[in-house]
């Protein structure tokens, strides 16, 4: 025969030292009436109600009430006492069992507010558990009696063993593609082992503690039940803390803080049992059964439950590790990709486009990418959506909108009542790079759709890989516009028109195409150059160099070179004594000069229509001469180049007519050296294409050679290119 007794203890300090009063004028009055042995379970038991009661009344803040119960066996004499501890604060979450050797927090400073409560539980009681109302929290224990009659069953009920045919399907848990569907079997099993209305299986994402991603359900309908039940929701009302818990009836009075037990019953469940999935001491997940009839449940069952979930908890935390592993690799791999490709362009809105493309469709549904001019003045958003059509309407969306400010809510903005555009969720990301804002990415997902967390964490390390190519690409377009500023400072403004001549030149620096080799400042200013100006009336100065090298050294010996030319020829000099003091000038830069190869010319048109030129060519290829009859040959002889020979190099002057009809061609060695493979194009190759010129003007020479050396290469050019064409006019 059993007998009980209650009380209830307000939440004050002093509810653990009535609690155990309570409990030991109870068992104390229950021994006096036959020998039970309950003086050996009274110190656990006392010990065990102050812990929980403490538990209640400081963890949980509420008052507590104490129900003692001494249980009778099979032969109905006394068998054990069970005492249960109850608070009226069912979503505030037990402290989990420590280990041993766990510390009470703030033990160390006596500051602490509870102590070993669960541990010593487990470790006392013979039996103890959990259990959850609408209205209050229930932990209870049990304590066997030694002097129980022989034969006396155990306390709780044994935990009833599977039968064979509800053995699980065998399953490789190395097999991460089958995990789902493996997940959705075991789920099945459960719901037709327990004969109720739908079980469901959630399993720890160990990027967020505290929070349960929903995987398997059966009896359910899909979607009917969130995805995801988010911390403290899911570590209070679905309880993390390593045991069993049954919940009676989900339906009445009372606050659903798990977004799951509210979905529960939504869908009319009202009883639900639970068991986590543990591994070494750590809860991966959870395993439910729920039924539409309230009370459906009891101990047993939660114990039962606890033993499938021992059953399959290694198997799918191997599984769930894999996959978690693959998954980061996966994302690995991803960011590698986009940073490569990212890295392929200097361009800045490049860059941005094909930033916008890896985030959708991979990340998002849409984006809208903001940046500002130098100015600061915003630039039009930079949208892409995963439906083309909708790419218009986006546009006009985000651009009413503004610039979206970070955590804004995705029901505020856009501004647009357009349902397709309108994001689950709004996720704003900064485009930063060395401290300095350089906009804002705006990543939207589809409606009633959130995003997962990895698939967040992904877009916050993609938006910094795309923040510092961009900012790369911003510093390149800025580096490349000084260049191009200097290397025009370098070449005349324009070619003069000069009477009884045709002119033309064409000019390419080196990294104009973007090639990889040829992004850095030396490259971007090249060492050729070209010049053309009057000396003295009927007398024009002609001019087509190389410097050694590349970059500002190159710049400086090129201006020096190009501004000197025209002093010393103005001051009435003849060509080689011009190309002398030019020597020495280089020369006197000591260090910082570089030698030149230069081909100068001084030209004088004649009354017959030819033209006269005083030629020298200093370590530079002569210039090529195509005769009116289609005949190609060289021009002058060669001659030391210059920034080299100290003194006087000797430079004389080799004397040219271009009758009327013929054509010169000055090139530099980025036309001669032009590669394909093995092969090189050479004077000789220069001299084929410039004998198929013999009809054309200096411009269609010019641009004729420029296509003929493009094409023979296999790649871009990879070095500067400057051509000069003169053409004697035509006799009338």
Same mark, same amino acid.
């Given at each position: 025969?059993?007998?009980?007794?209650?009380?209830?203890? %307000?939440?004050?300090?002093?509810? %653990?030292?009535?609690?155990?009063?309570?409990?030991?004028?109870?068992?104390?009055?229950?021994?006096?009436?036959?020998?039970?042995?309950?003086?050996?379970?009274?110190?656990?038991?006392?010990?065990?109600?102050?812990?929980?009661?403490?538990?209640?009344?400081?963890?949980?803040?509420?008052?507590?009430?104490?129900?003692?119960?001494?249980?009778?066996?099979?032969?109905?004499?006394?068998?054990?006492?069970?005492?249960?501890?109850?608070?009226?604060?069912?979503?505030?979450?037990?402290?989990?069992?420590?280990?041993?050797?766990?510390?009470?927090?703030?033990?160390?400073?006596?500051?602490?507010?509870?102590?070993?409560?669960? /541990?010593?539980?487990?470790?006392?009681?013979?039996?103890?558990?959990?259990?959850?109302?609408?209205?209050?929290?229930?932990?209870?224990?049990?304590?066997?009696?030694?002097?129980?009659?022989?034969?006396?069953?155990?306390?709780?009920?044994?935990?009833?063993?599977?039968?064979?045919?509800?053995?699980?399907?065998?399953?490789?848990?190395?097999?991460?593609?089958?995990?789902?569907?493996?997940?959705?079997?075991?789920?099945?099993?459960?719901?037709?082992?327990?004969?109720?209305?739908?079980?469901?299986?959630?399993?720890?994402?160990?990027?967020?503690?505290?929070?349960?991603?929903?995987?398997?359900?059966?009896?359910?309908?899909?979607?009917?039940?969130?995805?995801?039940?988010?911390?403290?929701?899911?570590?209070?009302?679905?309880?993390?803390?390593?045991?069993?818990?049954?919940?009676?009836?989900?339906?009445?009075?009372?606050?659903?803080?798990?977004?799951?037990?509210?979905?529960?019953?939504?869908?009319?469940?009202?009883?639900?049992?639970?068991?986590?999935?543990?591994?070494?001491?750590?809860?991966?997940?959870? @395993?439910?059964?729920?039924?539409?009839?309230?009370?459906?449940?009891?101990?047993?069952?939660?114990?039962?439950?606890?033993?499938?979930?021992?059953?399959?908890?290694?198997?799918?935390?191997?599984?769930?590790?894999?996959?978690?592993?693959?998954?980061?690799?996966?994302?690995?791999?991803?960011?590698?990709?986009?940073?490569?490709?990212?890295?392929?362009?200097?361009?800045?809105?490049?860059?941005?486009?094909? %930033?916008?493309?890896?985030?959708?469709?991979?990340?998002?549904?849409?984006?809208?990418? /903001?940046?500002?001019?130098?100015?600061?003045?915003?630039?039009?958003?930079?949208?892409?959506?995963?439906?083309?059509?909708?790419?218009?309407?986006?546009?006009?969306?985000?651009?009413?909108?503004?610039?979206?400010?970070?955590?804004?809510?995705?029901?505020?903005?856009?501004?647009?009542?357009?349902?397709?555009?309108?994001?689950?969720?709004?996720?704003?990301?900064?485009?930063?790079?060395?401290?300095?804002?350089?906009?804002?990415?705006?990543?939207?997902?589809?409606?009633?759709?959130?995003?997962?967390?990895?698939?967040?964490?992904?877009?916050?390390?993609?938006?910094?890989?795309?923040?510092?190519?961009?900012?790369?690409?911003?510093?390149?377009?800025?580096?490349?516009?000084?260049?191009?500023?200097?290397?025009?400072?370098?070449?005349?403004?324009?070619?003069?028109?000069?009477?009884? %001549?045709? @002119?033309?030149?064409?000019?390419?620096?080196?990294?104009?195409?973007?090639? @990889?080799?040829?992004?850095?400042?030396?490259?971007?200013?090249?060492?050729?150059?070209?010049?053309?100006?009057?000396?003295?009336?009927?007398?024009?100065?002609?001019?087509?160099?190389?410097?050694?090298?590349?970059?500002?050294?190159?710049?400086?010996?090129?201006?020096?070179?190009?501004?000197?030319?025209?002093?010393?020829?103005?001051?009435?000099?003849?060509?080689?004594?011009?190309?002398?003091?030019?020597?020495?000038?280089?020369?006197?830069?000591?260090?910082?000069?570089?030698?030149?190869?230069?081909? /100068?010319?001084?030209?004088?048109?004649?009354?017959?229509?030819?033209?006269?030129?005083?030629?020298?060519?200093?370590?530079?290829?002569?210039?090529?001469?195509?005769?009116?009859?289609?005949?190609?040959?060289?021009?002058?002889?060669?001659?030391?180049?210059?920034?080299?020979?100290?003194?006087?190099?000797?430079?004389?002057?080799?004397?040219?007519?271009?009758?009327?009809?013929?054509?010169?061609?000055? /090139?530099?060695?980025?036309?001669?050296?032009?590669?394909?493979?093995?092969?090189?194009?050479?004077?000789?190759?220069?001299?084929?294409?410039?004998?198929?010129?013999?009809?054309?003007?200096?411009?269609?020479?010019?641009?004729?050679?420029?296509?003929?050396?493009?094409?023979?290469?296999?790649?871009?050019?990879?070095?500067?290119?400057?051509?000069?064409?003169?053409?004697?006019?035509?006799?009338?």
């Amino acid at each position: 025969m059993s007998q009980s007794r209650a009380a209830q203890f %307000a939440a004050a300090p002093d509810a %653990a030292n009535r609690a155990r009063r309570f409990v030991r004028e109870t068992l104390t009055e229950w021994g006096k009436s036959a020998d039970y042995g309950l003086e050996t379970v009274l110190d656990d038991a006392l010990l065990l109600t102050s812990e929980l009661v403490t538990n209640a009344v400081v963890h949980a803040g509420t008052s507590a009430s104490v129900h003692c119960e001494l249980r009778p066996g099979a032969d109905g004499a006394p068998a054990g006492i069970r005492v249960e501890v109850a608070d009226r604060h069912p979503s505030k979450p037990l402290p989990a069992p420590g280990a041993p050797e766990t510390t009470p927090p703030g033990a160390e400073t006596g500051e602490a507010e509870h102590g070993y409560g669960l /541990y010593l539980t487990t470790y006392l009681a013979d039996s103890w558990g959990v259990q959850y109302s609408r209205g209050a929290k229930q932990v209870w224990f049990e304590l066997r009696l030694p002097g129980g009659p022989a034969g006396a069953p155990d306390v709780l009920p044994p935990v009833p063993a599977a039968e064979a045919a509800d053995d699980l399907p065998q399953w490789d848990p190395h097999s991460i593609e089958e995990l789902d569907e493996h997940l959705r079997g075991v789920a099945e099993h459960i719901r037709n082992l327990f004969e109720m209305e739908s079980a469901v299986i959630l399993l720890a994402q160990e990027d967020a503690p505290g929070t349960l991603r929903l995987r398997a359900t059966a009896g359910l309908r899909a979607g009917s039940l969130p995805s995801v039940t988010q911390s403290p929701s899911a570590a209070s009302r679905i309880d993390l803390s390593a045991f069993p818990a049954v919940y009676p009836d989900l339906i009445g009075p009372g606050d659903h803080s798990s977004a799951l037990l509210a979905a529960l019953a939504d869908l009319g469940l009202r009883s639900l049992a639970t068991a986590p999935l543990t591994v070494g001491g750590r809860t991966t997940g959870l @395993i439910a059964v729920a039924d539409h009839a309230p009370g459906r449940f009891g101990e047993p069952d939660a114990l039962r439950l606890a033993a499938e979930a021992e059953r399959i908890a290694l198997t799918v935390e191997t599984a769930r590790l894999a996959e978690a592993g693959q998954s980061r690799r996966a994302a690995l791999s991803f960011l590698a990709e986009a940073g490569e490709l990212l890295a392929g362009s200097l361009d800045p809105e490049r860059t941005l486009a094909l %930033a916008a493309q890896l985030l959708v469709p991979s990340l998002a549904r849409w984006c809208a990418i /903001y940046r500002r001019e130098e100015t600061g003045r915003p630039k039009p958003p930079l949208v892409w959506h995963a439906d083309e059509e909708l790419h218009d309407a986006l546009a006009e969306a985000v651009s009413a909108s503004g610039e979206p400010a970070p955590g804004v809510d995705g029901a505020l903005w856009p501004a647009t009542e357009a349902a397709d555009l309108r994001p689950g969720e709004l996720l704003v990301l900064p485009l930063e790079a060395r401290g300095r804002p350089l906009g804002t990415i705006a990543l939207a997902t589809a409606p009633a759709v959130g995003f997962a967390r990895d698939a967040a964490d992904l877009a916050w390390d993609l938006a910094r890989r795309i923040s510092v190519t961009y900012d790369a690409a911003l510093s390149y377009a800025e580096l490349r516009r000084t260049a191009n500023l200097l290397q025009s400072s370098l070449l005349p403004p324009e070619i003069p028109r000069v009477a009884g %001549a045709d @002119i033309a030149v064409f000019y390419h620096p080196a990294g104009q195409d973007g090639a @990889i080799a040829d992004r850095s400042y030396e490259t971007l200013v090249g060492g050729d150059f070209y010049d053309v100006f009057e000396i003295r009336q009927g007398c024009w100065g002609l001019a087509i160099g190389d410097v050694c090298g590349t970059g500002p050294q190159a710049a400086a010996v090129t201006g020096l070179a190009r501004h000197a030319l025209r002093l010393l020829a103005r001051e009435g000099l003849r060509p080689s004594t011009v190309l002398h003091r030019l020597n020495q000038a280089i020369l006197d830069e000591g260090e910082r000069g570089r030698f030149l190869t230069l081909a /100068y010319a001084e030209a004088e048109p004649q009354p017959d229509g030819s033209l006269s030129l005083a030629l020298i060519c200093a370590g530079h290829p002569p210039p090529l001469i195509l005769r009116a009859d289609g005949l190609v040959e060289t021009s002058a002889s060669s001659q030391p180049l210059l920034g080299v020979i100290d003194g006087d190099p000797g430079f004389h002057i080799d004397t040219v007519v271009l009758r009327p009809g013929d054509a010169l061609l000055g /090139y530099t060695d980025g036309a001669s050296e032009r590669r394909h493979g093995g092969h090189m194009l050479g004077d000789e190759g220069l001299a084929r294409m410039f004998a198929d010129c013999k009809a054309l003007s200096a411009a269609g020479i010019t641009a004729r050679i420029q296509r003929g050396v493009e094409r023979f290469g296999d790649g871009p050019l990879s070095d500067d290119m400057a051509l000069l064409a003169l053409k004697a006019a035509p006799a009338r």
